[in-house]
């Protein structure tokens, strides 16, 4: 990102705004994050095109910011600039490349070993169509999730570790039917895989207790009324301590209370599928105060040694003041251990992100960038002696990774205050030099749009059929959404998108 603009009372700020995207496609979270049977959520995007189409903003996506060499760049092609460089050319850059280049890890045995371990990050951009979790790009990882999805003899068991909605999300995305999934913008080739997956039980499970939970009433609601789904929940007795704490949050109050309303009916929902016209009924299993302790091979010997069968958990205590209680491992961890099948194991317990440019770009340890508190960031000036704009900072760059779309925006609104703030007193100086015109294979708007109108299938697809067929999988050839109420078909391939 780069210069913002503002407007306060009868104070009109003049500026030029210009947008730098990675990825071909701008709107980041809301495309890549935000699950696909959350199609409501997504209509934020129509003040973003409204931003694009503005003559003061730009866009120039499938352009990189940061030096190279990035592990989780996935490839070093195209157009690529450093923020010293922005801060050379802009009176101001602003931050907002996000926190969740990488899972938080359990720190478990076997956790970096046995195939079938995923971060919710991965599951979540392979099933969103991310570029780099597609199968032209991740081949390995899509052929080992479609095996796990639908070849296990007695169906697939999935097991999630957290409690936040990333966790509802890949939930949801198991549990629901494939055909209420075509009807959303998923990935073709997730899509393709689910409808020929057999998913017997998703287990969810929380280190800490109930009142601890993250996850929204309204998601959890959601997921527990799923047609053709048992639900069982476990451990749902509460303290004087978990009571106290709900009582102090009315979402988790009200998340305790839907999920005790789901244990004592037994099951979320009854079928509206009549089992004897071949409808199944699925599993979702969710656990408080369990610890994963281990993980463990399949015990078949016709299968690979290094293919993940098993999942050891063992039962929790709470300990330390109310409102700050952590989980420990119980004292009896032999008596307490269970073992779970388990097929895939996604953890969803957090992410860290990368540091931008260390020597640059002051940030802690999880790559949250230090700022004044209002999104200010005094970068090393010694690495940057010929800069003259001023940085800023804001979304999970600033906050670390938590919080929504409507968290973000308040987080935005922050930056800008303090941006125009500055421009007032004359702190930010009228740029003075311009990057280089930028190569070909860059995304402006416009071809943005272009781009958009193919997904929506609102345009003959003709001159974006030139690739290579054997490259592509069936369902990718699929891209026109004519007489279907799919809302678009997601490009996932970077080299088909320019």
Not at 104 to 121: F, H, S, W
Request: charged fraction near 30%; aromatic fraction near 4%.
């Amino acid at each position: 990102s780069s210069s913002s603009s503002s407007s306060n009372n009868n104070v009109l700020i003049d500026a030029k705004v210009d947008v730098y995207e990675k990825e071909c496609f701008p709107y980041g979270l809301v495309r890549f994050g935000v699950a696909p049977d959350h199609q409501a959520t997504k209509n934020v995007t129509n003040k973003f095109d409204a931003l694009l189409r503005d003559e003061r903003v730009r866009l120039f996506a499938n352009v990189k910011v940061g030096p190279g060499g990035n592990e989780n760049d996935d490839d070093d092609e195209g157009f690529r600039v450093s923020t010293k460089e922005l801060l050379e050319r802009y009176s101001g850059v602003v931050l907002a490349h996000g926190a969740a280049d990488n899972d938080r890890k359990l720190q478990i045995e076997n956790e970096d070993t046995l195939r079938g371990v995923y971060g919710a990050r991965q599951f979540v951009n392979w099933y969103n169509g991310l570029p780099s979790a597609a199968p032209m790009r991740n081949k390995e990882m899509h052929e080992d999730i479609v095996d796990r999805l639908q070849n296990k003899k007695n169906g697939s068991n999935v097991v999630i570790v957290g409690v936040g909605n990333v966790t509802l999300d890949c939930a949801r995305i198991l549990l629901r039917s494939p055909e209420e999934l075509k009807e959303t913008d998923i990935a073709s080739h997730a899509l393709e895989a689910l409808e020929k997956a057999n998913v017997n039980s998703v287990t969810i499970i929380g280190r800490r207790s109930v009142a601890q939970a993250k996850f929204s009433p309204k998601e959890l609601r959601e997921v527990l009324n799923l047609p053709d789904l048992d639900v069982q929940v476990d451990d749902l007795e509460v303290t004087e301590e978990d009571i106290e704490e709900m009582n102090a949050s009315r979402p988790r109050r009200r998340a305790f209370e839907v999920l005790e309303k789901a244990k004592k009916e037994g099951a979320a929902t009854k079928s509206d599928v009549d089992d004897a016209k071949g409808g199944t009924r699925k599993i979702l299993r969710v656990l408080f105060l369990r610890s994963p302790t281990g993980l463990l091979p399949e015990d078949d010997t016709s299968s690979s040694p290094s293919s993940l069968g098993f999942v050891k958990i063992c039962k929790n205590i709470l300990q330390g003041p109310t409102g700050n209680r952590q989980a420990t491992l119980s004292n009896d961890q032999v008596r307490d251990e269970t073992i779970l099948p388990c097929d895939i194991l996604i953890r969803s317990v957090g992410y860290v992100g990368d540091k931008l440019e260390p020597n640059l770009v002051p940030s802690d340890k999880n790559g949250t960038i230090v700022h004044d508190g209002l999104g200010r960031v005094r970068y090393n000036e010694d690495s940057s002696a010929s800069a003259t704009g001023r940085l800023y900072v804001c979304g999970w760059a600033k906050r670390g990774a938590s919080g929504v779309i409507a968290t973000n925006v308040q987080c935005a609104e922050e930056t800008a205050e303090a941006i125009k703030e500055d421009i007032l007193n004359g702190l930010l100086k009228p740029a003075t030099r311009i990057l280089p015109p930028p190569p070909p294979n860059t995304i402006s708007a416009s071809k943005w749009f272009k781009l958009d109108a193919v997904e929506r299938g609102e345009k003959d697809r003709e001159e974006t059929e030139e690739e290579d067929v054997e490259e592509k999988s069936e369902s990718n050839k699929k891209a026109v959404n004519v007489g279907s109420r799919k809302p678009r078909t997601k490009i996932v391939d970077r080299d088909r998108a320019l």
